[in-house]
């Protein structure tokens, strides 16, 4: 069974820094897409299968860094400089038809999300 499971999420000050990750079961080209309440879900990032090719959301460039770990089936997402705003629920799924995209219509399965909160 195809399974991802994210981690990493939580509180953290404006200014702070998290780590999430996301922990697959082979190797995909994974997205990351977060949803605040009361708001769409908005790409955030992705990276290809082999890990060469990166792109990020208009929001989070240069401040957002994704990697991934193939000896784990592992991707993550470092947040530095984080921001209210920053504040939803992440999720990493499974790109399906490109190698890097972050359209939603382009991914297949969803891990359940982790909650990370910047708070003032």
């Known amino acids: 069974q195809l399974r991802l499971v994210e981690s990493g999420g939580g509180l953290v000050q404006p200014g702070g820094s998290l780590k999430l990750a996301c922990a697959a079961s082979?190797?995909?080209?994974i997205g990351w897409f977060r949803q605040a309440p009361g708001k769409e879900r908005e790409g955030v990032s992705c990276?290809?299968?082999?890990?060469?090719?990166?792109n990020y959301g208009d929001s989070v460039k240069g401040r957002f860094t994704v990697s991934r770990d193939f000896a784990k089936n592992t991707v993550y997402l470092k947040m530095n400089s984080l921001k209210p705003e920053d504040t939803a629920v992440y999720y990493c799924?499974?790109?399906?038809?490109?190698?890097?995209?972050?359209?939603?219509?382009?991914?297949?399965?969803w891990g359940q999300g982790t909650q990370v909160t910047v708070s003032s």
């Open positions: 799924a499974i790109l399906t038809t490109t190698a890097c995209s972050l359209f939603e219509n382009d991914y297949g399965a």
């Open positions: 082979g190797f995909y080209a």
């Open positions: 990276i290809s299968m082999s890990g060469q090719v990166t």
